[in-house]
């Protein structure tokens, strides 16, 4: 029997803090009230400054952020429309599959799983589309699968420079809350979220802002929706409410995350992710194994991805994890499955928590086989979280 | 400020048990491991007698109920294809609404709100329907705006003595888990249920059943769907797992209220809310109050909208039962807004309650100057509950 | 199998508010840490005005309302002490009880059950005592066992009058909190409450007021205490902190129950129960029964005693509204045991719960084979309820 | 602001695991009701395995493991009665106080914080005890001050070499169910416990086994108790319920812990503690740190007292821990303050945590100024719970 806290080090959902846990154990209330809109109006402006927007107006979405992804495209694009991004990861691939199956054209960009969105290819196609045929950009933030971290500033100045006006769609899920977003400022149209990651909540909502831009382009879009109908949404919650019965323990939960992420300031929230990443990724380093991400300068700050060494299954480093020592890494995905495994580090963590991911994650490597030196990649995260020192250059792996 | 138990008497969500509560507090787990397939096979297999089927699929939609409508749809039928309804209510409505939106033709049966699906009607167009053009015939089993219940297996009937082979997709969201539904027996292809009214638990999922017929519809359906693919969620539902991240602590609530329904048996279940929902009738009556339910024989046991006296305004009686006392009533939907207000009597409850409801209306119906005696109509259910008195006749109202 | 709400009608622990249930779920903390005196501090501080105190000094011992009780004792008098205390329910029996158990010479004044405190004759026992040996004054506020509700302030003017000096110590356990309660007006030396009652959070502690004229009494005692010394925790309580391990949940639970009532408003809370109070009793007034208390004008508004007609066992009135109906009253306690049932009507409670009591309490009653009339008591209540009725006069029971 | 997880290190209140956690969330319920012995009987009887007995008599005192420890004296000594008892920490020392001011004659065994109770020296006063005044030995069989464990089986075995009769009270707060407590073999005739520690659930409840022989000697002892009469308790628990209104939701939380002992099975509770405390004492002695324990034979295997390098203040350590890492550690008590911190590794528990415990001791002591190699400790765990180590010898501090 297992024992003791279950530590979870997936890359979401994430581990939901006790005050997070309590505001949603709540009796059910009437959603049509007024007083419902109490409790919606301050998610909706919690979440502004956490999407780095201004501008934007928000629309949660009961389901995932899966949802978010498919109401981000039907409510603005058309059949046949085309639309352009990079596949590096198992989170782009589904998002460009979902956009093929919503009848888009979608001219994919395929690089290493471990490489960013390749900016440069982005802006050379972009120049190249001379009739402007190309009517969104599709940008995986953070690849959750592979904890790279996309440039969207750079997708941004790809598209001014090319002075070409397709929408800007940004998947944010693992990154938004957690680590630096800047709607209003990179020019995005559509970012998408979900409440179960930096958001600290459990899975239940995605989470769309949506543009001036993209507000305007739902004029002219006609793909079926009914579900996942944004305009009625965003009038719903204009006036208090959602077009049908909402997960409203989930607001509550996200109410009081939200609380927690501006208590403790969103400049400290980032700052305590970048560190608490470093720690790991000095970890990772120190034990001599290396991480999917190919270049620490793009690896992310809320999940890293580890590749286990030749000839130890993944799977099996997860499986010990799980069954010994009560702790849950995320798996490789896809054509990663067996080769890697992940340690989340977003939302509600600690430098302690990260001791605990080192420290089974050694354990459970030499227990599979691997030649780790037990301790090595705690103590390099010690020293890290102590302020001693820089964290060490990654070995970068070849593909 | 408001103290005591909030009374909720909206039809939806309902009141959910403590033991369900406390099930549903639980850290996030990991949606791939495992131990997962054993938290959701039970609840399918908890699910199916509370459909009436042993042959339907079940799936799980994070979401809601309108996503199960939706996803009903989007993967059994084609743009263009006609359906066929009855609209007798605000649910109803909204349901053709979004078969329009998707891109069906409807041919609709407009009749009276507060009357039933016309099932002679529903035996006529099928009738007249020679090339059997109509792809599906819908039915909204218990219309929640009205309180009414149809006949689904008249429907069935209708269906056969026609020799027609449209599908039969019926909405039990607020059906099912509280009054008989039988799926095989009736022959329904695809049923459509949500997690906060019968099953007692917080919104956020959408339950839908789907009769072989309706799988091998599947294959002919080329409607886009990416969030809401059926094929898809059933075959990760057959691993044990979700097509994308699950809100997990629905699940465990879940399971938590099927134990409860099937340890209370669901013969008992039934039972138990048509004496319940007896009671609230007969105390609508001793009132001198009519039902918008045109007659008792289809009188809904899980809901009863009762209409205000000429004069005075449902919304009153509502503001003046929140704000006064605590109670919570549905309000009059569409055309019945201001007209009428709602008792949900659903889910998980007792005799008790039910006097809380109908002592609370008298008292807010009075103080909103209805000409309503103090008292009656409490003491025409405690006659019920004591099991000394039929229900007596209601006052059908002239629509 | 038993559904809905437990419709809990005890005279304690009464039932918790959501927001209070919710505080109490925290993870274990340090109650050594600096921090926990910023949680003791706001309860110490928000208990005051409930006690209608500014003077004394309060300590929350662990235990319960008799350990409080027990720390009165044991604090301030010794052995062999003599002390004078009315008899007049299962709650002053047990405190006389206790009171000869730890070595004092109880006067006893045995009353009728169903009587309040007599001040008169307590004022000619202190006008007899020439030579001072009566060293304190026990006085229950509140019998919860009969529903009546002495006055202490007027036993406050009878040792005024007869220029006695004994303590006056009074048990407020389930009248503090829900009806007036002035200790320092009254010049209440010893005022004991417990937490599970208008303090609306489980029980688990004992709450205890110290006058600074108990606090110098305290010098002269020398009676064996460990566990309830009581300088010892007041000392603690002073650093912020506890003499052992507390229950840090309830200190939690017991900061928002604080909140909550200090949000209504002192004066609206004792209000509301005196409106609720004057309900039940029209109620029970109209069905022809009479109530332990033997005058309206003592009647206590945190619970009415209801003597069952002659020939009904009050316990088969209890075992059916537990097991038909969910819900549970009170018993007869002691001489009473069968021919009384009670309604504790204290706490977080509203209208409609008052209504279900009257009601449920109809329906067992009438199962018992009570001639009651279904309806008359709620009816009443509703009336008082709707502010159209005064409460009708009460049939005194013939002890 | 404090992020993440609170690592919780003292040694009680303990981690409440989240089955424990939930059980409690309750809705208050009459505990005169039949139902509740059925909430009561199994929470007795899953409880007498755990203190290692068939034969005592098990009583619920709410209150706390002090309240335990004054029940066990009041009730079965008288005033003046002679004791026997070590004083080698801060809780011998305070139930020693505790039992001078219940009237006892306490001869007292002075011996250095971080020796055990002196066997030797006991059965030398029993053997001079020529006229069995002693009437009880008091033993402290784990000394959370000092993380001392005293072998209580010698003392029965000197009891029964000196032919002594004298009863034999154990004090097992931080001790039963954590670790092998054998009361029938041990001969112990009271047995103290408390809910907080390995019981896993919030402080609130003593427990107390009285064996045959204690409960013999009640017919003796005249001890002014009430709030702690031990015999009416258990006359009250034999009729499954309790003198006065108990703290409810602690049992519900107490029966859950029960039932994740048993299902762990006790033997495997046990071999886990000394696992995880193995790995502890091997970190500590790695990082070259010194046990308050003077001898790794009799280390307790619930908690390790460390003392601080020569300058640092243990103060200093626990500051940083907490408000740096949001990490608590215990203190060191009386003489031990700011000499040593203690890290509690008892109930529900796993490496993973042991790791965070150490990891973080190792940041805060580092950052107190103490010269301790950073990873040294953690690794040195790492290689015991490989089971690639056995726990090296600590070195023995000189007191």
Redesign the interface.
Known sequence: ????????F?P???????DV???M?????????PEFGALLQPVLAGLKPVFGTREAQIALL??????A??AAI?NTLN?GDKVLMARHGQFSALWA??AQ???LQVEIIDVAWGAPCPVREVERRLGADRHGEIRAVFVTHNETATGVTSDVGAVRHALDACFHDALLFVDGVSSIGSIPFEMDQWGVDMAVA?S?KGLMC???LGILAASPRALAAMENSH???????LRAMLAAHEGGSF????????LHGLRAALT?LH???LE?VFA?HHRLAEGVRAGVAALGLSTVAEHRIFASDTVTAIRTPHGIDAREVISIA?TR????F??GLGPLAGKAFRIGHLG??????C??AL??A??SL??AGAPVT???G??AA??I??GEAQAPALSIAAE
Not at 1 to 8: F, K, N
Not at 12 to 18: E, F, L, Y
Not at 25 to 33: E, G, K, L, W
């Open positions: 029997m297992l024992t003791g806290t279950a530590h979870l997936i979401g959902p994430t581990n939901v803090p006790a846990q309590r505001a154990i709540v009796p059910m209330q009437d959603h049509r009230a009961p389901g995932s952020g899966t949802a992804w498919e039907t059949a599959d979902m199956a919503m009848g979900g179960q459990p899975a239940g793909m079926p929706r009914s579900f996942l109908n077009c049908f019965t909402p997960p409203a323990q989930l927690r208590s403790e300031g400290n305590r799980r020592y009560n702790t849950h995320g798996g509600d963590l600690n430098e302690g928590m001791l605990t420290g089974i050694e354990l030499k227990a037990l301790g090595a705690i103590t010690q020293h979280f102590a």
